[in-house]
Every structure is written in C-alpha cells, then in structure tokens.
C-alpha cells in the first residue's frame, strides 16, 4: 500500500493505493491519526484501493470517532464496488460519507 498526501484549505487529502489489509493497515492508521492531528476534516481517496479487509475497516471506524471528537469529519471518496460493498456489509456507510 503507499500513501500520498495533499492538503486542502479546509483539511488533508490521503490518495492511498493497493490494499487495505491486515499487513499495511497499520501505515494507514498512522497516517489518519497524523493527519487529524494537523487538521479536523480528512477526506481519504481510495480510487487505486481494490480491497478492504476487517482490520482496515476497523482503522477507519477509529479515524471516523478521532474526528468527531475533535468536532471534525472523515470521508472517503472515489471507492470502487469491492470496497462500497465491504464497507456496506461491516455497516460503515452508515456512519462514514463516502462519495
């Protein structure tokens, strides 16, 4: 997975490419957490992600609830159908905007 980063005036931008899985959703996390602490709003970009497994659903429901608790947001763009439909079944569209 690499991640590439490009700030907003309103928030950071993550393009991140590959898969999100057990071995590299760590960098992930590292990278949201990061991110959040420089600004509240965080828009990931996963149009290069073609799977997302449990462990990288998990990081991003603690990436949703670091946000919030800092009165900010977390959304995810450009997502193909493998990982919509990964999301929809772990009930995280719900709760994350993803366009």
């Known amino acids: 997975m690499q991640i590439t980063e490009s700030r907003e005036k309103n928030g950071i931008v993550l393009f991140v490419s590959g898969r999100v899985d057990t071995t590299s959703c760590g960098q992930l996390q590292n990278e949201i957490f990061r991110a959040l602490k420089m600004k509240k709003f965080l828009m990931l ?55």
């Open 45 to 99: 970009d996963f149009s290069d992600v073609f799977s997302i497994d449990e462990e990288g659903v998990k990081v991003l429901q603690g990436g949703i609830s670091l946000a919030a608790s800092k009165g900010g947001s977390m959304e995810l763009r450009n997502a193909g159908n493998a990982v919509k439909n990964t999301l929809d079944i772990a009930g995280l569209s719900k709760i994350l905007t993803v366009k």
